[in-house]
């Protein structure tokens, strides 16, 4: 490990004014650490944000809002999480182990990085790590690696399934920056790599993410994480999914669909959502929608199974939803 | 001898003596020692797999905070013991030369340790380390496994002598297949897996004189790495002291000596100060050894009966370029059914990568993945049910070594399994069962494992209030020796086991070999009962002296321990204080020191343990994901003589055998010859989600031939034969036969 800084910030302000002094933000740290460990990552300075007041979980003017600092393990057990959002509550118990989600944040999670074995190895090549070292993955072992919106400078996966449940939910980050507050909708929050991958998201150096608002929905009911990994418990998606419908009686009135393991991004799935929308819930319908949704998917030398995978996941989801298994 | 005391010898659960100071953390591991002014050591890997390194600054690593050295093959002192080339005490069967760590600038596999980065903390040494930098001049590698099998050899060890097991092997006809009325033909690979256990390995070195050196080391054995540094230091075997009272699980990579060992000592020698290197995560996937990736293919002809014609079982298990290591993957197909034919060719693939050690269950866990998946699809073949077939094939006597087994109870162990496992629910139709949307499959598997038994040395002292203290070199790499060992000497004398000690783990203590290759209870018992029966002879003795006849004519199985008297047994029941006894001659305790070593059964007779595992399993059809719903273990492993930890271990492996079976793949880029899974994240070892309840069956029939206290060894066999039997499963269930592991979940798309 290499030697840095170590501070507590008792303000959100402070901690934004440090920020744009190269400082990084630390705040389960179970990301930051191990990147640390392995020099992947080596800020200068680590800025502590545990004892900022950004834990609440409230309901106010029909949206959810959750603190930055609100733990995984917090946000999926919470009352009012399940009762509203129980999507959220099982994406977030699909991912990592219960030590983990005791100790990861929300916003931690959100920008935590991608686990591409190139990019935490630094004998090998990562533009991500090391831009214009070039994309060990592209041509290297690639099982684990993005199907859709690549370049050919990355095709690693945002691994959250958090975030998955979130975008699929129509979730705003609300970050705090130099120039005050700003609110991005969930969709561009993260982004493709293009020619830059070293930048995972659109949050700028020095902005810090305060909550994550979710407005109400009415997809309570019949909502659904399915997520297909290579052990039961404890592992990043192959392919997951987040599906949620509005249902009137046998028809969907509205959909909302999200992959994960499969872009640099959480994969929201609009044109399929469009396609369930007005149509009965049944298998057959679920198929058409999945088709729709693995358009354009491009696969690498050994990740072509998730162009199966992918819609047969989509279809389960949906049918879990539906609650016709 | 007393009926009664044998009933009264009945072997009862016990709780872990060592239990309560593991789960509190009180149990010192290697990393534990905090030696006065202790430094840490560093290892910097190469980033080529193959080359020679060009130069190494270590300019700026000089110059950090708290670094006190550098040390690589520029500035390294002189190891006496490395100009004796090949010389390799501990491992026989591996051949060639261990890596000499700092020895020349050579680089034969990624992240050999090349140099040591030494520093007054850890922190330091990791930031010196950092600053490390090395030149290489690369030379082409090969590590790929797949593009390289044609230049696959036969073993040096195998050329020598063609009675090896890694020689070829023929029995009866050679081209018997070609003419069996069903044959199949089959290709199976498993992929390179690592031990991983949970204390990541470690040593404490310090030369505490010029020629005295003393390890706290994760080893398997004491005196064999006793041996091995007072070779390569060029000591008296007494001058080094090895120290491993716990060991917190190992697998087989405490087997060998490593590069790091020998660096820490260097290290330690260089500095002048005690020092503790602790290999992180990664490095435990490259150097601390790992079971090799082994392609098998398997030809079995069989009549319309179910009678086996032939089996022919090739296998290539891969090596590094400077060492040969080999193992038994082929022994199980010589002999655990009858058939006629038989052929066996072993192979190595010398490849730019660190060397394999065993591994749980090694050879025999790779060859029965290989046999026991051919059985299954050949059962399947004929339309048999896969034990039927079994059965059909079972033999009496080792055709192999032509000897009658010392016990055999296979029979029970197809029985108890079958019903346990629910046997009768499986349909000889794949894919015919369905629970929900998921399919569900049957599977089994076997294994076997020889009953080695090696000599071993117990000291055994008695002291007036009763309390049997023992000591013995031996190590406990987590399967519970001490407890077992506890229970052997509380069986042979009749003493509380809260009142009898056994300490282990120190090179101090009588000769005891490694803990390995499941021959840990049927070695050190033996010498704990005869240190056990030596202590009786004494007290008989003594008693004789005393109370005249009754005491006189009495052997040692006469006698027992109850409540601080001995207690002659027959029909006088003749009793007498045990502290009234020292006290009359005067003495405080009484000690004996006994060897036990294997008899001359083992030229009359094969001497092996069995087990035979069963699985049922759900297949997600449409997700390919597997959960293994339920798993019986079977075993004929002789006497338990500790049922508890003797459970434990059978888990364990089955738990080993689900990694084996669905998740452990250790996956190397070949563009650099680098690992690209290394580390808990993404190696993935079964968590508790995956492993189901497992029931075990002990067949519990002592096997005196083989020792006397009747075991046979579990060990290994725990593991052996589990893959297979969820490889099996899951055909059972979907009709896809997977044989290349781990059954992923791509591989089960598209049923
Ligand atoms: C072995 C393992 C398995 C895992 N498996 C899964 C899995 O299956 N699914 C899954 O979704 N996740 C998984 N995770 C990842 C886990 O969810 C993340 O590590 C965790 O969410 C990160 O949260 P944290 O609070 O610890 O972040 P930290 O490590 O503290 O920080 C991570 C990053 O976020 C930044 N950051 C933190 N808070 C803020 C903020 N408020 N504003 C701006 N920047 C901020 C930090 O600067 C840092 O760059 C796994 C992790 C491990 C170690």
Request: net charge positive.
């Amino acid at each position: 490990m290499i030697q840095f800084q170590y501070e507590r910030a008792s303000t959100a302000k402070a901690a934004v004014s440090a920020l744009a002094n190269n400082a990084k933000i630390i705040a389960g740290g179970t990301n930051l650490v191990d990147l640390m460990k392995r020099n992947v990552m080596a800020p200068a300075k680590l800025i502590d944000i545990n004892s900022l007041p950004l834990r609440s979980i409230e309901q106010q003017n029909g949206k959810m809002i959750i603190g930055a600092l609100a733990l995984n393990s917090q946000v999926a057990d919470d009352k009012l999480v399940l009762e509203k959002h129980p999507l959220l509550s099982k994406a977030l118990n699909a991912g990592a182990s219960a030590q983990i989600r005791n100790m990861a944040t929300v916003g931690g999670n959100m920008m935590q990085r991608t686990r591409c074995s190139y990019f935490y190895d630094t004998a090998l090549p990562c533009n991500k790590r090391e831009p214009g070292s070039g994309c060990g993955a592209l041509e290297g072992v690639n099982r684990m690696h993005a199907i859709f919106g690549t370049s050919d400078k990355c095709i690693a996966v945002h691994p959250s399934d958090m975030c998955v449940a979130l975008v699929a939910l129509d979730a705003i980050v609300v970050v705090s920056g130099p120039k005050g507050e700003r609110r991005i909708p969930f969709d561009d929050f993260h982004r493709l790599p293009g020619s830059q991958p070293e930048k995972d998201n659109t949050l700028q150096k020095d902005e810090l993410i305060i909550s994550v608002e979710i407005p109400d929905n009415t997809f309570s009911k019949n909502c659904h994480y399915f997520k297909v990994r290579d052990r039961t418990s404890y592992a990043f998606a192959l392919v997951s999914v987040a599906a949620a419908l509005d249902l009137d009686g046998k028809n969907i009135k509205e959909a909302r669909l999200a992959m994960g393991g499969v872009a640099h991004k959480p994969w929201r799935l609009k044109e399929a959502e469009k396609a369930l929308a007005g149509k009965p819930a049944t298998e057959e319908t679920f198929r058409q929608a999945a088709e729709i949704a693995m358009q354009g998917a491009k696969a690498f030398k050994h990740n072509a199974f998730k162009l199966k995978l992918g819609p047969n996941v989509i279809v389960e989801a949906l049918k879990n939803a539906a609650g016709l298994v | 001898m007393n009926e009664a005391f044998f009933d009264k010898k009945e072997y009862k659960p016990l709780d872990r003596v060592d239990g309560r100071l593991k789960v509190t953390g009180a149990a010192k591991y290697s990393a534990e020692y905090a030696l006065p002014n202790m430094a840490y050591g560093v290892l910097v890997g190469s980033r080529i797999a193959k080359g020679t390194i060009k130069s190494i600054d270590s300019k700026a690593a000089e110059r950090a905070p708290g670094v006190l050295a550098v040390i690589s093959h520029l500035n390294v002192i002189k190891i006496p013991g490395y100009a004796a080339r090949g010389v390799h005490p501990s491992e026989p069967p591996t051949g060639g030369q261990p890596l000499r760590v700092f020895y020349d600038n050579k680089v034969y596999s990624n992240d050999q340790p090349i140099a040591i980065v030494v520093a007054t903390s850890l922190e330091k040494a990791q930031y010196g380390a950092s600053l490390v930098k090395v030149q290489y001049d690369q030379q082409e590698h090969q590590t790929d496994f797949e593009a390289n099998a044609k230049n696959a050899v036969i073993a040096a060890a195998a050329k020598k002598n063609p009675k090896s097991p890694t020689a070829d092997y023929d029995r009866g006809q050679t081209d018997a297949f070609e003419t069996a009325p069903f044959r199949i033909e089959a290709e199976y690979v498993l992929p390179t897996e690592m031990h991983n256990p949970m204390e990541l390995q470690a040593i404490t070195a310090h030369w505490e004189a010029d020629d005295r050196l003393t390890i706290y080391d994760k080893v398997q054995g004491t005196k064999t790495t006793q041996k091995t540094f007072a070779k390569e230091w060029d000591v008296p075997e007494q001058n080094v002291k090895v120290i491993a009272t716990f060991v917190g699980g190992a697998f087989g990579n405490g087997l060998h000596s490593w590069p790091h060992e020998s660096a820490a000592i260097i290290a330690a020698k260089q500095v002048k100060r005690p020092v503790k290197v602790v290999l992180t995560r990664e490095q435990m996937f490259t150097m601390v050894g790992y079971r090799p990736r082994t392609w098998q293919k398997i030809q079995m002809g069989a009549a319309k009966d179910g009678k086996l014609v032939a089996i022919n079982h090739h296998s290539i298990g891969q090596t590094s370029t400077y060492e040969e290591f080999t193992e038994t993957t082929l022994m199980q197909t010589r002999m655990m059914y009858a058939s006629p034919n038989v052929s066996t060719r072993y192979r190595l693939l010398p490849l730019n990568v660190a060397t394999p050690i065993w591994m749980r269950g090694p050879g025999e866990a790779t060859g029965a993945f290989a046999l026991e998946s051919a059985m299954d699809e050949m059962a399947h073949a004929i339309g048999m049910d896969p034990i039927e077939f079994r059965l059909a094939n079972y033999t009496e006597t080792d055709p192999d070594k032509n000897m009658p087994w010392s016990t055999k109870y296979m029979r029970e162990c197809y029985e108890e399994g079958k019903k346990r496992i629910g046997w009768e629910n499986r349909k000889l139709k794949p894919g015919s069962v369905r629970d929900g949307e998921w399919l569900v499959g049957y599977g089994m598997g076997t294994g076997t494992f020889g009953a080695n038994r090696g000599p071993a040395t117990v000291k055994a002292e008695l002291d007036l209030e009763g309390n049997l203290v023992m000591h013995c070199a031996i190590t406990d790499i987590g399967p519970g020796t001490a407890t077992a060992m506890v229970q052997v000497a509380s069986n042979t004398t009749g003493i509380a086991p809260e009142k009898i000690t056994f300490h282990l783990g120190s090179s101090e203590f009588p000769n005891a070999g490694l803990q390995g290759g499941s021959s840990t209870v049927n070695s050190v018992g033996p010498a704990v009962q005869a240190a056990c029966n030596a202590l009786k002879e004494q007290l008989i003795t003594m008693a004789a002296a005393k109370s005249g006849p009754d005491f006189g004519a009495a052997k040692p199985d006469d006698i027992m321990f109850e409540k601080g008297e001995i207690q002659l047994s027959g029909k006088s029941s003749a009793k007498l204080k045990l502290s009234d006894l020292f006290k009359q001659n005067n003495i405080q305790k009484i000690e004996a020191t006994q060897e036990s070593k294997p008899s001359e059964n083992g030229k009359k007779y094969s001497m092996n343990a069995f087990s035979m595992h069963f699985a049922m399993v759900h297949v997600h059809p449409f997700t390919g994901q597997v959960r293994v719903k339920k798993i019986v273990c079977c075993a004929d492993a002789g006497t338990i003589v500790s049922p508890k930890t003797a459970e434990s271990q059978m888990i364990g492996g089955a738990t080993g055998g689900i990694g084996m079976a669905l998740t452990e793949d250790a996956v190397m880029d070949h563009r650099f010859g680098r690992y690209v899974t290394k580390d808990f994240g993404d190696y993935h070892v079964p968590v508790h989600a995956d492993v189901p309840d497992i029931d075990v069956y002990f067949v519990n029939k002592p096997d005196l031939l083989a020792d006397p206290v009747g075991s046979k060894g579990l060990g290994e066999i725990a593991i052996i034969g589990v893959a297979p039997a969820i490889a099996n499963a899951v055909f059972n269930a979907t009709g896809k036969r997977v044989r290349h592991l781990p059954i992923t979940p791509d591989k089960l798309l598209g049923l």
